[in-house]
């Protein structure tokens, strides 16, 4: 079940981005979680992402603990009963699905695993659909090369998330996707923002006109809010390298608004 996630993947050395805080490595088939025990959620994911033999295997797999960190470190099934809380998959379920039908179907399971999940509302809207679409979009731009991702994912792990439950559940997750172009890595970062969708003040309430929203962000603004070590990644983005760096992050409202 480990193999995990592999910094020489797309040719180019890329290490899982460090957090600040402690955390224990928890390693899947093309995937690596870095556990934050004390917030009981992942600090940072990083998977591998072989678009030229991804698969789509049947949906299989339940969710369950991981028992190789204690109960307790981990944000379980009680998090999400009878609210307006989904279990949010950080790494992806088709993500690591590549390969042999076998290899395939493993790694999707393995993204069961609740050091995969985070809380996010309940409910579809368009800017959700475009967070869930961000890694195909940006597979099919890279074609041309070897079709290769590295995707990294977590929730911003702040200090005045609104407790519940125990927990203490994440507002803004961010993303990053890297990947090559010619002999150079480029990679491009986005946040998406949940905030005005949990209230948790009430037991947990989901607004009735609020919305998730999606944004493109510099690498360096979203590793300095994550409070994370990126490493080569910041020099890498194609947001930063094309002059746009705005004063805030510049949200998305369909794929055509992402720079590449």
Known sequence: MSDGYDPDFLGIPLPLPSP???TTRLDYPRFSVLLDEQRRFAAVTGVVIDGATLRDPPRTGEWRLDPRVPDEAQAGPEVYTRNDLDRGHLVRRRDPGWGSAAEAHDATEATFFYTNAAPQAAGFNQSKELWLGLEDHVLAYAETTDQRLAVF???????????????????????????RRGEALAAAGFVLDQTSL?????????PPLGAFRTFQAPIADIADEAR????????????????????????????DDIVL
Request: proline share 7%.
């Open 20 to 22: 600040a805080t402690a």
């Open 228 to 255: 994370i070590d990126v490493g080569t990644l910041v020099a890498a983005d194609t947001f930063v390298r094309r002059g746009l760096r705005p004063v805030a992050a510049r949200e998305l409202q369909n794929v």
């Open 153 to 179: 994912t977590a929730p911003v792990l702040g200090d005045d998330d609104p407790p519940y439950r125990g927990i203490s559940v994440p507002l803004r997750f961010w993303k990053i996707a890297a990947w």
């Open 198 to 206: 949990v209230d948790t003040r009430q037991g947990l309430t989901v």
